[in-house]
C-alpha cells in the first residue's frame, strides 16, 4: 500500500516536472532532457512484466497528451519497459548481484549509470526518430539523441543523489 | 488452438508489448484523426488547468517586458487612430456602434499558457476556449505579427499549431508587390521559415517585409511575417529559395489575439461551390 502510493506520487511528480519544467526551459535546440524515465527505471525488479508495460504506457501517454504528440512518448516508454528486464539481467554479472530496487543507493554506482545509460539512451532514440518520423535529418537528429541522453542521465544520477535517497 | 492459448499465456509480456507499440504507432501515424478526439490533446480540462495555474505563477517573471510591448503597441494604434480622418478616440456611442455593425474582423486576447519551438511539430495551449468565442481554424496573431493557427478547442481552452509546424503552411505575400507564395517552416532553426513560389522574375532584397495574403480565412490581409533575410536562385528551377526572418520571438510570446473573420462561413460556402464546380469540369 506503501509503495502504491510512494509511486503514484513520483508518478505525477515526474510528469509535472517534466511538462511544466523541462518542457519549457528550452535550452537550445540541441538539448531536450526527458527525465520522466525514471519512474520506469525505479519500479522493483520483481515488478511483473505486464504491469511494467502498462504503467510504461501510461506515462507515456500522460506526457503525449501535455505535449501533443500523441502515441510517440508511449511507443517510447513502452519499448525500454519492454527490454528493462533483459538490460538488467545481461548488466548484472552474477545472479546476488540484483538487488529488488534498482536506485542508485542500492547498488553500485558503475551498476547503476550502465543502467541508465542503456535505458535512457534507447528512450530518447525512438522518441527523436519517431518526433521528426523520417530519417531525412539523420545526423542532426543523432546529435540531438546523444546530447539530450547525456543530459538527461546526468539530471537521473544527480536526482538520485539528492531527491530518491529516502 | 489451446497450445496457441498457451504460447500466448506463456508469452504475455511480448503479446501485450506488441499490442502496446501498435497502438501508439497508430496514434503517430494517424495523429490528425486522434486529435480530433478534443480530450486526448493540450486543450483538455485538466491539462489546461495545469498550464493555467503554472502559467499564473511564471507569468510574473516577464511582465516588465510585456508591459514595455504592450505600451508600445498602445502608443502605434493610438497614432493610428488619430490620424484617421472621422475616428475619434473618445468616439460618440453612434460612430462605435457603427463600426461594430460593419467590421469584418473580431479579435479575442488570449494568452499562451504552453508553448515550444524545439521540436518537428510544434504547438501551443491558449488560456480561452470556445465558451469566449474560439473556433477551430482561427488564426493567432501577436502585436509583433502571425503566431500560429487553432486547432483543436475546449470549453475553456484551445490548442493551436505555431508557424513552427510543419504540419500546415501559410499563404504569405511580398509586401512591396504583392507576388505570393506559401510560407512553411523547415523543422530547423526557430527564427527562420521557407518562402516558396515567388518566381525568378520578380525583384527582391534581403529586408523586404513579408506579409499575410489574405487569400486564405484565416489571417486578414496585411500581418506581418517577417522579412526576407537571404535568397538564392537553385539551378534548375522556376522559383526563388527564400529565407524569411519571423518577426515573432516564438521564445518569448506571450499575449495573443485570436482573428475571427465574420465573414468566413460564406467565404468557406464560396470556396465549397468553386472547388465541387471544377470537379464536375
Known amino acids: 500500500m506503501g509503495g502504491l502510493i510512494k509511486y503514484t506520487v513520483m508518478f505525477v511528480a515526474l510528469v509535472l516536472t517534466q511538462v511544466l519544467v523541462l518542457n519549457q526551459v528550452q535550452v537550445s535546440g540541441y538539448i531536450n532532457p526527458f527525465i520522466y524515465v525514471l519512474f520506469i527505471l525505479l519500479l522493483p525488479v520483481s515488478t511483473p512484466g505486464y504491469l511494467l508495460l502498462i504503467l510504461g504506457f501510461l506515462i507515456g501517454f500522460a506526457v503525449d497528451i501535455f505535449s501533443n504528440s500523441l502515441g510517440v512518448h508511449a511507443a517510447a516508454t513502452v519499448l525500454i519497459a519492454f527490454i528493462r528486464p533483459y538490460v538488467i539481467r545481461l548488466i548484472s554479472s552474477r545472479e546476488e548481484d540484483r538487488n529488488e530496487y534498482p536506485g542508485l543507493r542500492q547498488n553500485k554506482f558503475s551498476w547503476f549509470l550502465s543502467y541508465t545509460s542503456i535505458m535512457v539512451f534507447v528512450h530518447h532514440f525512438t522518441l527523436f526518430y519517431l518526433d521528426y518520423f523520417t530519417f531525412s535529418h539523420f545526423f542532426s537528429t543523432f546529435l540531438k539523441v546523444l546530447l539530450s541522453s547525456v543530459f538527461t542521465i546526468f539530471v537521473i544520477v544527480l536526482s538520485q543523489f539528492i531527491i530518491f535517497r529516502e | ?281
Open chain 2, 1 to 281: 488452438m489451446r497450445s496457441l492459448i498457451r504460447y500466448l499465456i506463456k508469452n504475455h509480456a511480448f503479446v501485450l508489448f506488441l499490442l502496446l507499440e501498435i497502438f501508439a504507432l497508430t496514434m503517430v501515424v494517424n495523429f490528425n484523426s486522434f486529435q480530433k478526439a478534443t480530450y486526448l490533446n493540450s486543450a483538455n480540462r485538466v491539462t489546461g488547468k495545469i498550464y493555467d495555474t503554472y502559467q499564473s505563477v511564471t507569468g510574473y517573471f516577464g511582465l516588465t517586458k510585456i508591459n514595455a510591448e504592450l505600451a508600445a503597441e498602445n502608443a502605434r494604434l493610438r497614432s493610428l487612430l488619430e490620424n484617421r480622418p472621422g475616428v475619434s478616440l473618445f468616439s460618440d456611442s453612434l460612430a462605435v456602434d457603427q463600426m461594430r455593425n460593419d467590421s469584418v474582423y473580431r479579435f479575442i486576447p488570449a494568452q499562451i499558457i504552453n508553448n515550444s519551438v524545439n521540436r518537428p511539430f510544434n504547438y501551443l495551449t491558449l488560456n480561452k476556449g470556445s465558451r469566449h468565442g474560439i473556433k477551430p481554424d482561427m488564426g493567432i496573431i501577436s502585436a509583433k505579427g502571425i503566431v500560429g493557427v487553432v486547432g483543436q478547442v475546449s470549453e475553456s481552452y484551445a490548442m493551436g499549431l505555431s508557424v513552427l509546424n510543419q504540419r500546415w503552411s501559410i499563404s504569405a505575400k511580398l509586401k512591396k508587390n504583392a507576388y505570393y507564395g506559401s510560407l512553411i517552416w523547415d523543422g530547423t532553426d526557430y527564427q527562420m521559415a521557407g518562402l516558396t513560389e515567388i518566381p525568378l522574375h520578380v525583384d527582391i532584397a534581403v529586408g523586404d517585409t513579408v506579409v499575410t495574403s489574405g487569400y486564405s480565412s484565416i489571417f486578414p490581409e496585411g500581418i506581418l511575417v517577417g522579412t526576407i533575410n537571404s535568397f538564392s536562385k537553385p539551378e534548375g528551377e522556376n522559383y526563388y529559395r527564400i529565407d524569411v526572418k519571423l518577426s515573432v520571438d516564438f521564445k518569448s510570446v506571450s499575449y495573443v489575439e485570436v482573428v475571427e473573420i465574420k465573414s468566413r462561413s460564406e467565404l468557406d460556402e464560396l470556396d465549397k461551390i468553386l472547388r465541387n464546380d471544377g470537379r464536375a469540369d
